[in-house]
Structures are given as structure tokens and as C-alpha cells.
């Protein structure tokens, strides 16, 4: 069983940058290097919605919202996903989630993900 453990949130001035990280446990190599991976963000009372994903050969995509601002990347020998936001704005303080696909290739959509983390808090002030 897949277990994701997001870390990494916290509180920062608008401008600033958080480094989310992802590490998954329950799992061998061979089978996380065939996972695709995604960063998601809720905020309360709102639907959970897609940051960006990457895919089993590192190939990447984000929603508009975040194009050039925020990047994911991922360390399949470290088991770790990462989420680098920069410049965040109040407006995105929320809950950021990882989450995992026993797929090659994904787009961050939540229905399309079989494991998902706990969550991890990003506080943005003005």
C-alpha cells in the first residue's frame, strides 16, 4: 500500500516561497518510478484542485493558474516529490496535497489519483 507523507508548509510573506515535499513510503523503486505524481490544493469550502503533474519519464504539466511560479519535480531514488512556489500570493493559502496514479502519464485531476497524503499547510499573508 502507497503512503504519502506531504511536509514542507508553512507561513510566509506575500512574495515569498515555500518548497513542498512528498516522501512515499510502502513501496519499491520499480514501483514508484511507474507512479505518476501530482500537487493539489483545497482550501475550505472549495473543491479540491490541480497544481501540476509529472509523469513516470519526468515530463511535466500545470494548470494556467501556476504556470511560472510554481514547479514540480520529483527524486524517484529518494521517493520524494516537490512542489517549489514562488511568489505566492495570500489568495493561495490553503491545503497542498501529493497524490499518486498507477499510470505513466497524468493531468492533475483529482478523480484520476489512487493514493493521497495528509495535507500540509501554506499560509500566505499580505
Known amino acids: 500500500q502507497v503512503q504519502l507523507q506531504e511536509s514542507g508548509g508553512g507561513s510566509v510573506q506575500a512574495g515569498g516561497s515555500l518548497r513542498l515535499s512528498c516522501a512515499a513510503s510502502g513501496i519499491d523503486l520499480r514501483d514508484y518510478r511507474s507512479l505518476c505524481l501530482a500537487w493539489f490544493r483545497q482550501v475550505p469550502g472549495k473543491e479540491r484542485e490541480g497544481i501540476a503533474a509529472?509523469?513516470?519519464?519526468?515530463?511535466?504539466r500545470s494548470t494556467d493558474s501556476w504556470k511560472g511560479r510554481f514547479t514540480i519535480s520529483r527524486d524517484n531514488a529518494k521517493y520524494i516529490l516537490y512542489l517549489e512556489m514562488n511568489n505566492l500570493k495570500p489568495a493561495e493559502t490553503a491545503m497542498y496535497y501529493c497524490?499518486?496514479?498507477?499510470?505513466?502519464?497524468?493531468?492533475?485531476?483529482?478523480?484520476?489519483?489512487?493514493?493521497w497524503g495528509q495535507g500540509t499547510q501554506g499560509t500566505v499573508s499580505s
Open positions: 497524490a499518486a496514479a498507477r499510470r505513466v502519464r497524468c493531468n492533475p485531476v483529482p478523480k484520476s489519483f489512487d493514493y
Open positions: 509529472i509523469d513516470t519519464d519526468g515530463s511535466a
